[in-house]
């Protein structure tokens, strides 16, 4: 294998996650027991410094039929409405005729905060089901994947391009760089939101290691892909979404001057060694006590009679569940509210999930796999708490 940023055959296995079912391949009745299970490693390349996974889950298998919708939750859809707000202030806000793409737009729940400010929006969404929600709810979207060909096809270039965490689910890598870079006007802004991943070693949040995350980037190690392809980050900040996300603000090459804020991100990598191998595996070590210390709770729990639920039942969570080997014997179900996981199990532990609103009683534990959500979670459910259910948070940022 070379490494997928800069081509280097210099690569070493960081942290391996075993074989593994396609995280979102959540299982009708009829299919349990029949998923398919691929590598999930991390490898580090020695001369680049991005952390990527070295086997590669077709697109086609991941992205035409996903079930993920950005639009349920609250605090996301106020982060993607801060998002639209901040470049309309910073970049465009009395341009006439200002324009959007935004690539994986789901169901177009950041381009409504843009088309609210005046923006002519266009979505690219490969999922066909989410394509045809975003369309019917008014937001123009193209039901495909992005790359360069796509982009010549549409033959139009954008003030903002967008791009939330699924730039970094994309195969064709190289293909979606150049077209960004063709479909940028000249005075454009590249938005590229991304898991950091100094915060998701800091943090412990080995779960946001899946198959739809080929790359896991830091500013230094995304930047020599955009360099590769003409594009420049000038500008980041540090979002408390998903557990510690970056928003970048890129351009073409030489347009636009880097900002303080930026260049002390930048340093501080280098002061917290982010980049270097040996973070990675003594990362590797913490996610195995982390099992060990998860399995002692929940046993324990067993032991005294507690009955424990999975709270939430995302994508994230089947890595984490998988990887510690959490099946029904630890855990009764998966509660969810998103319904069109509504009677289906979880892939390789095959939990079965539970609609929130059909639950005839509350457990005395619920084992929190939407830890990313914390505040809202604990703000929602108030009375349970007051009832003396507890929450568990295996992965419990200190800012979330
Ligand atoms: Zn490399």
């Known amino acids: 294998m070379n490494c997928r940023v800069c081509d280097s055959t210099h690569l070493e296995l960081a942290i391996d996650l075993g074989a593994q079912p396609w995280c979102n391949n959540f299982l009708k009745p009829s299919e349990v027991g029949r998923e398919p299970f691929y590598p999930l490693r991390v490898v580090f390349c020695h001369d ?10 077709p697109k086609e298998v991941m992205f035409s039929d996903h079930t993920y919708l950005s639009g349920t939750t609250r605090s996301l859809a106020a982060h993607f409405g801060a998002v639209a707000a901040e470049v309309d ?3 465009f806000h009395d341009t006439p005729g200002k324009s959007v793409m935004d690539i994986g737009s789901n169901d ?4 409504k905060h843009f088309k609210a400010l005046g923006y002519d929006v266009l979505g690219i969404e490969p999922a066909r089901r989410i394509a045809a929600l975003a369309q019917a709810a008014g937001v123009p979207t193209v039901n495909d994947f992005f790359n ?3 982009v010549s096809r549409l033959g139009r270039q954008f003030h903002v391009v967008n ?3 699924v730039f970094f689910h994309l195969e064709e890598l190289h293909s979606a760089a150049e077209g960004i870079r063709a479909a940028l006007r000249d005075d454009g802004v590249f938005v590229v939101q991304f898991l950091y991943m100094k915060r998701i070693i800091e943090n412990l949040a080995f779960d ?3 198959h739809e995350h080929l790359l896991y980037y830091t500013l230094q190690t995304i930047e020599r892909l955009l360099n590769r392809h003409g594009l420049a980050l000038f500008d980041a900040y540090l979002a408390p979404i998903h557990g510690g996300s970056i928003v970048g603000f890129v351009a073409h090459q030489g347009a636009q001057p880097r900002t303080a804020r930026l260049q002390a991100l930048w340093q501080q990598e280098d002061d917290d060694r982010a980049n270097d191998l040996s973070t990675y595996k003594a990362f590797a070590g913490r996610i195995d006590q982390m099992k060990a210390d998860n399995l002692a709770y929940l046993r324990e729990a067993k032991s005294q009679g507690r009955r424990v639920f999975g709270f939430g039942a995302p994508a994230k969570g089947n890595t984490l569940l998988n990887y510690f080997g959490i099946g029904p ?3 009764e179900c998966l509660v969810e509210k998103n319904a069109w996981r509504k009677g289906l199990y979880s892939p390789g532990m095959h939990l079965p999930v539970v609609m929130e609103d059909e639950l005839a009683a509350p457990p005395d534990i619920y084992y929190v796999l939407a830890w990313n959500f914390k505040k809202e979670i604990l703000a929602n459910n108030r009375p349970l708490l007051e009832r003396g259910v507890e929450f568990y948070f295996p992965v419990n940022p200190p800012d979330s």
Do not use: K, S
């Open 89 to 91: 202030q910073r970049f």
């Open 148 to 150: 360069e060909e796509l």
């Open 163 to 165: 791009a939330a965490g």
């Open 108 to 111: 177009g729940t950041q381009l």
């Open 48 to 57: 680049c410094h991005t952390a990527q996974l070295d086997y590669t889950v």
């Open 208 to 210: 946001q290691i899946y």
């Open 329 to 331: 014997d630890l855990l």
